[in-house]
T-cell receptor
Framework: QQQVKQSPQSLIVQKGGISIINCAYE??????FPWYQQFPGKGPALLIA?????SEKKEGRFTISFNKSAKQFSLHIMDSQPGDSATYFC???????????????FGQGTILTVHP | DGGITQSPKYLFRKEGQNVTLSCEQN?????MYWYRQDPGQGLRLIYY???????QKGDIAEGYSVSREKKESFPLTVTSAQKNPTAFYLC???????????FGQGTRLTVV
């Protein structure tokens, strides 16, 4: 059962443009939503994360927008650069339920290509 | 340098053979995890361990086994019972329940 749905599967953006990746979740017990960035042949690395008590979190060119009522969250990459070309995964977990931040449910991933 | 080391990077095995993937961390993290990555399916949790000598099944534990005899090590055995073992396997760790997970570089297993 896929509890986190991610779209689009792939995304092509021109340098300087805005990249937007969307995720929707089903489990209302989820309370921690990280985004991971993965380069080919490497392990994922945490990019930015948000909790449902805020609607937006910004770190540099990366912003997470969160809509609790719609059970959706999205990643916006401003001024996209060729170096941002990677696979991006959204994820979720129920930390307050006694689990840990590492026990994650992942979306299917989005392959982002930024053309120079 | 602190980090998570997975070895080997590439592994080839014949169908029907068990194979063990290594994961070692020197971050002094309590919790460790194994994920499987397949194209178009994201990462799926196989097993996780929050303390030494204790581990829990994840979403796709069938055909896999683990041990956690030392804090630094969390090896994963892919048994012959795993129907589709060819995949990219990722090990991760975290400081118990209070920090995000850090991932290793992965082992690509190909069964022929």
């Amino acid at each position: 059962q896929q509890q986190v749905k991610q779209s689009p599967q792939s995304l092509i953006v021109q340098k300087g443009g805005i990249s937007i990746i969307n995720c929707a979740y089903e489990n209302t017990a989820f309370d921690y939503f990280p985004w991971y960035q993965q380069f080919p042949g490497k392990g994922p690395a945490l990019l930015i994360a948000i909790r449902p008590d805020v609607s937006e979190k910004k770190e540099g060119r990366f912003t997470i927008s969160f809509n609790k009522s719609a059970k959706q969250f999205s990643l916006h990459i401003m001024d996209s650069q060729p170096g941002d070309s990677a696979t991006y995964f959204c994820a979720a977990t129920n930390y307050a339920g006694g689990t840990s931040y590492g026990k994650l449910t992942f979306g299917q991933g989005t392959i982002l290509t930024v053309h120079p | 340098d602190g980090g998570i080391t997975q070895s080997p990077k590439y592994l080839f095995r014949k169908e029907g053979q068990n194979v063990t993937l290594s994961c070692e961390q020197n971050l002094n993290h309590d919790a460790m995890y194994w994920y499987r990555q397949d194209p178009g399916q994201g990462l799926r949790l196989i097993y996780y361990s929050q303390i030494v000598n204790d581990f829990q099944k994840g979403d796709i534990a069938e055909g896999y086994s683990v041990s956690r005899e030392k804090k630094e090590s969390f090896p994963l055995t892919v048994t012959s019972a795993q129907k589709n073992p060819t995949a990219f396997y990722l090990c991760a760790s975290s400081i118990g329940a209070v920090t995000e997970a850090f991932f290793g570089q992965g082992t690509r297993l190909t069964v022929v």
